[in-house]
């Protein structure tokens, strides 16, 4: 399964995914698909996700390739 983390529209700081989330859906064999800067305004980093297993593309390549696009709002 494709799951897409979107990045959250101001004012919300928080972020649907963590990056051991991450970690823990890979175990699952699932791919996950991170919007860029995703994390930034919950203090994770790019180079977090990726260094979990998470692949970090653009908002719309997530809306056409993800199976599940998820977001906290």
């Given at each position: ?35 860029k ?37």
């Amino acid at each position: 399964m494709k799951i897409g983390v979107l990045r959250e529209l101001k004012p919300e700081n928080r972020v649907a995914l963590i990056p051991e989330g991450v970690q823990a859906l890979k175990s699952l064999h699932c791919d996950i698909l991170i919007e860029k800067n995703a994390g930034a305004a919950a203090y994770f980093a790019n180079n977090e996700y990726q260094d979990a297993g998470g692949l970090i593309i653009s908002r719309q390549e997530i809306l056409t390739g993800s199976e599940l696009p998820v977001s906290y709002t």
